[in-house]
């Protein structure tokens, strides 16, 4: 069928698009729209550091600061980072566990688009009368006395996509347990696989705290509730809590699955098998599992009392142990291994010293006294940005390169790409590693300018210098992507020639059904395993050649989160336009009648047949 | 081998720079230099934690840096397949048990200063007569400006702190409008001003300010808390006991009713009173509750609206358009005063005007 869609005209492929649910096309879907807005983020990082740069600059106005600062935050974690995550683990993890689809592909295209109608309202507060400017963690007190749009647009675009999060993650769990293929055990299952579905456990557990918080702050501040408003009894404290019961999981969700790719890059080039696989698996459930545990140290200045602080402390503390135990593992990986120094791996090796710069950081934050110091100033802008820049960010653009071939056929300039690493590389170090000293320095953050004579002028300057690295670092990515494109040289299977697991096994490009029949999995890095033995399929199989069951695809989930767009519309200008509460019905109206179109009509999928398969077999390549 | 050599390089280079930075950044701003025993507990843990954590970085490096010199694949040959080691468990308890170790060494000395630093008892112990031996002070933290009532000595200042040294000083924190957070980064951490509660802790101070660049400490608001976060900033004038009783008592004396020297400061009262006076106090006897900063020690401030330097011009520029200079704050541009009748000040108007709040002092 993809072979097909390349003979459709623009609005034939757009349809196919809208209305695929195809694991495999809303990873594409999930890259364009995340790479969208990491560049709208990236430009808002840009224009922060243009204004940094240099003392009492009037660059940007101090109003407009906040809600650049807001918007960069928000769309890096929930709208670039999230989504570009989604789509490796819609691209590989299917494949990777031997599944023909993810269990319920209706609702990965609905997730999709909810996410997708919720960043777009999000950044449509820019043409609306100004952007949320309460920062990312949007705390009650500022965000209730917000005046105009910015935080509603913040509040409900977050609800609409986070949505589309929580039914993502579901998905992916129903999938890694239901799906997987005969002899994939658990601990067989590639530390990618692995990673998403601690990663998914996290974002069933903690997006919910994050809804309640927001639908708290909608009905404050657009139906006139007073859940955060303390003279009317409310409680802004509870709003920190909410956020970071959320908060502090949410970035175990983004740094998991970061680990995962780096896994999957250290044992490919390493050539070698992960060291200590089951370590790796427990280390990371026990990530998992205490990231529930420690988001009050993300407060420990909002004065919650000596002994809650000092419980969150050594709790942080402990999460630096199965952390350190990965860090080990990976290196010895590479120990007694054969090395190619690939752009994934270039990125794999760049992301050790990086992310246990910015995870001793943290356990330097993690002792509470000295946090009183080191929160809220520019030491922990230094520690995110190390650990999400450093982790996250390396693993997104490391995973690009190491699985273009597999979305694409086609692979990334190596060359290329290894420019763009070093320039990357070296910029995020020069912008971030000098501003854990101007936190030290006293410098807070969140700051639009800052006076020239305390000694920050120079830190700054340097730091804004290293801003201009990496932007030239993600332009040459891009002149690469697009000259690849261009050039459309199909590379076929097992690209990097040591790939170990299922996906590298499947025959390129990916048929719409993936696999023709269901693999048969021997031990972990399967394809390794048969590689090994001689096998020229690449795979052994669990059942015959028989008909395959294919969903259909559905416009419904499209109309049913534009539905949500227009309620959205109506709950924002509630109490202000006279079409508030009708446009908020209507909206609501699509999305319930789509969900009653999907409830009543019966859509039993298609079948591709046994003959269809066979024929192709005879005709088709590996 | 060359990349590898650099990494090494890079690292050391790092670490000398680390020990340079130490004896960085500005005196009175700095929390590398600590001015007083919380802040000196909390440098130390830095310290410590650095030192820990320089051990592990340093450890990490080692292997990696061998692994990606040993084994790189050009060294190896092509067509060598590895061995498929599994894992070792000897290697994986060791790098088990030596972080706890670690951690539990930073761990004890953590809970240790998070009680200590919490321990506000001193606060409420009296001497024979009643009287509370610690000085506290009522921090009130406003859009954007900072208001410090000393509820035991019946005095009331603004912008600027003022705080003996040698001694524990209490400080209870609260927020007016939305959430800060006050922090004195040469003395100490920071904590919240939170809007629905008060939180309450010390800090202490070495020495008296007076030496420093500027005779004062820096402090800042660390929470957002609108466009002009950023110039939300106070300072901290430091006195030994001496000199901050005299100061407190020249504090209450300038509730006395008094004529000033100059005719043009004369006028500049009289305007002050017309258009001023309902939101600023110029006496600094009394408690809190103004709704601007309490005016009495104007004259001996460091800072014209927390940031600007404190001239008579950006006096003038500061009461003409406030808020061109301090964006969202809530005082009113004079002409929306409501004797104004949308007039702004004249030139001369705002010279008097200068000229008058230059001479609230208390000070010699």
Not at chain 1, 101 to 126: E, Q, R
Not at chain 1, 415 to 434: A, N, P
Not at chain 1, 456 to 465: E, Q, R, T
Not at chain 2, 234 to 258: C, H, I, M, N, Q
Request: net charge negative; proline share 5%; aromatic share 14%.
């Amino acid at each position: 069928m993809s072979s097909i869609a390349q003979k459709k005209g623009f609005g034939a492929t757009l349809w196919d698009y809208i209305t695929t649910v195809d694991h495999k096309k809303i990873a594409i879907l999930y890259l364009i729209t995340g790479g969208l807005f990491f560049i709208v983020g990236g430009i808002e990082a840009m224009l922060i550091r243009i204004q940094l740069a240099q003392p009492d600059n009037d660059f940007l106005s101090a109003g407009l600061y906040n809600e650049i600062i807001t918007m960069h935050g928000t769309t890096m974690i929930f709208l670039a980072a999230m989504p570009l995550l989604f789509a490796y683990m819609n691209a590989v993890v299917p494949l990777q566990i031997g599944a023909r689809d993810v269990a319920f592909p209706f609702l990965n295209s609905l997730g999709f688009w909810m996410f997708f109608f919720g960043g777009i309202f999000l950044n449509l507060s820019w043409f609306l009368g100004g952007a949320p400017d309460a920062g990312w963690t949007s705390y009650a007190s500022l965000a209730i006395s917000s005046p105009g749009h910015g935080v509603d647009f913040y509040a409900l675009g977050l609800q609409i996509s986070g949505g589309g999060t929580l039914i993502a993650g579901i998905n992916f769990l129903v999938t890694i347990i239901n799906m997987r293929a005969p002899g994939m055990t658990y601990m067989r299952m590639p530390l990618f696989t692995w990673s998403t579905f601690v990663a998914s456990a996290l974002i069933l557990f903690a997006f919910p705290p994050l809804t309640v918080g927001l639908f708290l702050m909608i009905f404050d501040r657009m139906f006139g509730a007073n859940f955060f408003d303390h003279t009317m009894g409310g409680n802004t404290i509870i709003w920190e809590h909410l956020f970071w019961i959320f908060g502090h999981p949410e970035v175990y969700i983004l740094i998991l699955p970061a680990f995962g790719i780096f896994s999957e890059i250290f044992s490919t080039f390493s050539r070698k098998r992960l060291f200590g696989y089951s370590a790796m698996v427990f280390a990371t459930v026990l990530i998992g599992f205490l990231g529930f545990m420690v988001w009050a140290h993300h407060m420990f200045t909002t004065g919650m009392g000596p002994t809650a602080n000092a419980i969150f402390a050594v709790a942080t503390m402990a999460i630096a142990v199965p952390t350190g135990v990965k860090i080990f593992n990976w290196l010895l990986t590479m120990w007694g291994g054969s090395i190619k120094f690939t752009t994934p791996m270039l990125y794999a090796v760049g992301f050790i010293p990086s992310f246990v710069a910015g995870g001793v950081t943290g356990v330097m934050q993690a002792s509470a006294p000295l946090d009183y110091q080191l929160h809220d100033s520019y030491f922990i802008v230094a520690h995110f940005h190390y650990v999400i820049v450093g982790g996250t960010v390396l693993a997104l653009l490391a995973g690009l390169h190491f699985y273009w071939p597999l979305m694409f056929n086609t692979m990334l300039n190596e060359t290329w790409g290894k420019i763009t690493f070093w320039l990357f590389f070296t910029g995020f170090h020069l912008t971030f590693f000098i501003q854990h000293f101007l936190g030290l320095m006293g410098m807070p953050r969140r700051v639009f300018t800052y006076g020239a004579d305390q000694g920050w002028d120079l830190f700054n300057l340097i730091s804004s210098l290293g801003a201009i690295f990496m932007a030239l670092g993600v332009i040459f990515l891009l002149a690469n992507i697009i000259i690849t494109i261009v050039k459309d040289k199909k590379v076929g299977r097992d690209p990097w020639e040591d790939g170990r697991t299922l996906e590298w096994a499947i025959p390129q490009p990916v048929p719409f059904y993936n696999f023709k029949q269901t693999p048969l999995v021997r031990g972990l890095d399967t394809y390794w395993i048969e590689k090994q033995e001689g096998n020229k399929e690449g795979m052994i199989y669990a059942e015959p050649i028989g008909d395959i069951h294919m969903p259909n695809n559905s416009v419904i989930p499209f109309v049913m989160s534009f539905g949500l767009f227009v309620g959205a519309f109506g709950a924002l200008y509630n109490g202000e336009q006279p079409w508030a509460i009708p446009v908020l019905g209507l909206g609501l109206l699509i999305t319930f009648l789509s969900m009653g179109a999907r409830s009543l009509k019966d859509d039993l999928g298609y079948h591709v047949h046994k003959e269809d398969l066979l024929d192709e077999k005879e005709g088709g390549k590996h | 081998m060359m990349k590898g050599l650099k990494k090494w390089r890079l690292f050391s280079m790092l670490t000398a720079l680390m020990v340079f930075l130490a004896g960085c950044g500005e005196e009175h701003l700095s929390t590398l230099t600590p001015a007083g025993q919380v802040g000196r507990d909390q440098y130390n843990l830095m310290l410590l934690s650095t030192g820990i954590m320089v051990l592990v970085i340093v450890v990490v490096l080692v292997v990696y840096v061998l692994a990606i010199i040993k084994f790189r694949r050009s060294k190896v040959g092509e067509n060598t397949i590895p061995k498929q080691v599994e894992g070792n468990h000897t290697l994986e308890i060791i790098w088990t048990v030596v972080p706890i170790i670690l951690l539990l060494i930073l761990a004890v000395p953590t809970v240790t200063a998070t009680y200590n630093l919490a321990d506000v008892r001193g606060m409420d112990v009296k001497d024979e007569d009643g009287q509370a031996t610690a000085v506290t002070v009522n921090v009130k933290a406003n859009l954007y400006w900072w208001e410090f009532e000393y509820p035991n000595l019946g005095i009331v200042t603004s912008q600027e702190l003022v705080v003996p040294t040698g001694e524990k000083v209490y400080f209870n924190l609260k927020a007016a409008d939305v959430k800060h957070s006050f922090w004195i980064p040469a003395a100490g951490g920071k904590l919240d001003t939170n809007v629905d509660g008060i939180n309450t802790f010390y800090l202490d101070f070495d020495e008296p300010s007076e030496s420093l660049e500027d005779g004062v400490f820096y402090g800042k608001c660390a929470e957002l808390c609108g466009p002009s976060h950023a110039l939300m900033d106070f300072k901290v004038k430091t006195l030994d006991r001496e000199d901050f009783d005299a100061w407190v008592l020249s504090v209450k004396e300038s509730a006395e009713e008094t004529t000033p020297a100059t005719d043009v400061a004369q006028q500049g009262q009289e305007l002050f009173q017309q258009s001023c006076i309902a939101c600023h106090a110029v006496s600094g006897e009394g408690t809190t509750g103004g709704i601007g900063p309490n005016l009495a020690t104007f004259g001996d401030r460091n800072r014209v609206a927390g940031f600007l330097e404190h001239d008579k011009e950006n006096i003038k520029n500061w009461i003409s358009n406030p808020e061109k200079y301090k964006p969202g704050n809530l005082m009113p541009q004079p002409e929306d005063l409501p004797k104004r009748n949308g007039k702004e000040f004249s030139n001369q108007e705002l010279d008097a005007l200068a000229e008058y709040l230059m001479g609230l002092s208390v000070e010699d």
